[in-house]
C-alpha cells in the first residue's frame, strides 16, 4: 500500500537542542497532520495544515504544509525529555482515507 | 470526556478463534475507522464508516469484518484469527465534514497477539 516517506527513522538529541523531521509524498495531499505517540498510547494530534505554504505553531512545535503539496515538515525547539515518542506524519487528499508516515523515533538525552 | 474507548487494551487468542474487538466515541462523530499498527509499516486503514449504516474497506480489510449500528460504535471482528493479525489495532473517529480532511481522534489501542 501506499505510504508516507518520512525522516529521520531515529534521533538521539541533547535537550535543549532543535529537532527537524520530514515526510514526502509521490502524491499531493490537501491535508498534513502531524502526531505523536508515546508507548502503550494512540497517536495524539499535535498540529493540523490545510493550505499550501501553512505554518503553524502549537508551543514549542511549528509544523508547515510544502509549497509543492507534497511535503511537510515538523520543527521542534528546544527540545525537553517530555517530548521522547514516535511522530507521525499523515496525509489526506481530500476523503476520509489518511496515509500515515512510518514515524520518527525521537530520544532526548537530558 | 472520554473521546474514542477501545476495548479490551490487551488479548491474546489461539489460531481460529474468532473475537471482537470494541470502539466506541461520545463526539457524535460521523467517521469511524480500523487502523493497525505494525512496526516499521506505520499505520494502515482496515475499515472505515463515514455514518450509521455505511461501511467501506481501507487498504488492509482481509479477515477482518466491521458494522456500525449507531453513531456511537464501530466494533471489528476478527473471522478466524492468523498469527498474521497480531498486531496492535487503533480506532479512529473524525467530525467527517464531507470534503474529509477533519484530523482524526484516536482511542489507546488493543494489543493483540494470535498463537
Known amino acids: 500500500g501506499q505510504q508516507l516517506n518520512q525522516s529521520p527513522q531515529s534521533m538521539f538529541i541533547q535537550e535543549g537542542e532543535d529537532v527537524s523531521m520530514n515526510c514526502t509524498s509521490s502524491s499531493i495531499f490537501n491535508t498534513w497532520l502531524w502526531y505523536k505517540q508515546e508507548p502503550g498510547e494512540g497517536p495524539v494530534l499535535l498540529i493540523a495544515l490545510y493550505k499550501a505554504g501553512e505554518l503553524t505553531s502549537n508551543g514549542r512545535l511549528t509544523a508547515q504544509f510544502g509549497i509543492t503539496r507534497k511535503d511537510s515538515f515538523l520543527n521542534i525547539s528546544a527540545s525537553i525529555p517530555s517530548d521522547v515518542g514516535i511522530y507521525f506524519c499523515?496525509?489526506?487528499?481530500?476523503?476520509?482515507?489518511?496515509?500515515f508516515g512510518t514515524g520518527t523515533r525521537l530520544k532526548v538525552l537530558a | 470526556n472520554a473521546g474514542v474507548t477501545q476495548t479490551p487494551k490487551f488479548q491474546v487468542l489461539k489460531t481460529g478463534q474468532s473475537m471482537t474487538l470494541q470502539c466506541a466515541q461520545d463526539m457524535n462523530h460521523e467517521y469511524m475507522s480500523w487502523y493497525r499498527q505494525d512496526p516499521g509499516m506505520g499505520l494502515r486503514l482496515i475499515h472505515y464508516s463515514v455514518g450509521a449504516g455505511i461501511t467501506d474497506q481501507g487498504e488492509v480489510p482481509n479477515g477482518y469484518n466491521v458494522s456500525r449500528s449507531t453513531t456511537e460504535d464501530f466494533p471489528l471482528r476478527l473471522l478466524s484469527a492468523a498469527p498474521s493479525q497480531t498486531s496492535v489495532y487503533f480506532c479512529?473517529?473524525?467530525?467527517?465534514?464531507?470534503?474529509?480532511?477533519?484530523?482524526?481522534?484516536f482511542g489507546n489501542g488493543t494489543r493483540l497477539t494470535v498463537t
Open positions: 499523515a496525509g489526506s487528499s481530500g476523503t476520509y482515507k489518511y496515509i
Open positions: 479512529a473517529s473524525s467530525t467527517g465534514t464531507g470534503r474529509g480532511g477533519a484530523p482524526l481522534h
